[in-house]
């Protein structure tokens, strides 16, 4: 197994890194990764519930989580279009503020196509001040040259998928979905990449679909 990272990488595969992503992406060679996730923790979300009690009792997690700014989320982007291989993936977790402000902007200047989109039914009610969050949204984003034939390989999963998470972080993701997703644009010991972990469902993922994972997170990890 060739390794993904540049030559003396304090970072480990298959680990919980405890660490900035945006200095693990710097230390990862270009074009070697066919898919990485990225869930941003983004501030908009909250700007939008923080009338209330958003971030005194309900939702305290979450909202005490470090909050990533646009110009930020633009930084992990551009690393993530430079690692990501010919043909590759990125799967972006959003949000449906993200949906009705847009994010096209986050992908100008990369070679990344927005090509296709997942519904995330969380089969639980959320909070809410008129209607009540019971989803999240996975866009699908392919680096340029855009195919199918030979790289997407599972045409069964649905545009809307219902999985119920353990809560063992703010935010927790399907780890059945996203191992159906590795599945499909990977292969067996590939590497899986993930800057900003949060509960390390695409670890979890990787082991269950045999997979490498390379990702870490800045609160949540190991020394």
């Known amino acids: 197994m060739i390794s993904p990272f540049v030559d003396n990488s304090p970072y480990k595969i298959n680990f919980k ?19 990485a996730f990225f869930d941003p923790q983004y501030r908009g979300v909250l700007d939008k519930l923080q009338y209330g009690n958003e971030g005194v009792s309900r939702g305290k997690a979450r909202h005490d989580l470090p ?41 100008e200047n990369t070679e990344l196509n927005l090509v296709d989109m997942i519904v995330w039914d969380k089969d639980r009610i959320g909070m809410g001040y008129r209607s009540r969050r019971k989803s999240e949204y996975l866009i699908i984003l392919q680096k340029s040259p855009v195919r199918v034939k030979g790289i997407w390989n599972d045409h069964s999963i649905p545009d809307v998928w219902t999985e119920k998470t353990e809560k063992v972080h703010p935010h927790s993701k399907p780890i059945e979905l996203q191992k159906r997703l590795i599945e499909a644009v990977t292969d067996k010991s590939d590497f899986v990449l993930d800057p900003a972990s949060g509960g390390y469902s695409v670890l979890e993922a990787c082991k269950r679909s045999e997979r490498n994972f390379i990702g870490g997170d800045l609160i949540y990890g190991e020394d």
């Open 17 to 35: 890194n405890k660490t900035d992503g945006l200095k693990l992406l710097k230390d990862i060679k270009s074009d070697c990764i066919k898919l």
């Open 67 to 107: 909050q990533m700014p646009e110009e930020v989320i633009i930084n992990f982007i551009s690393e993530l279009n430079r690692i990501i291989s010919k043909s590759g993936h990125l799967f972006l977790w959003v949000d449906k503020f993200h949906l009705c402000q847009g994010v096209l902007e986050w992908f």
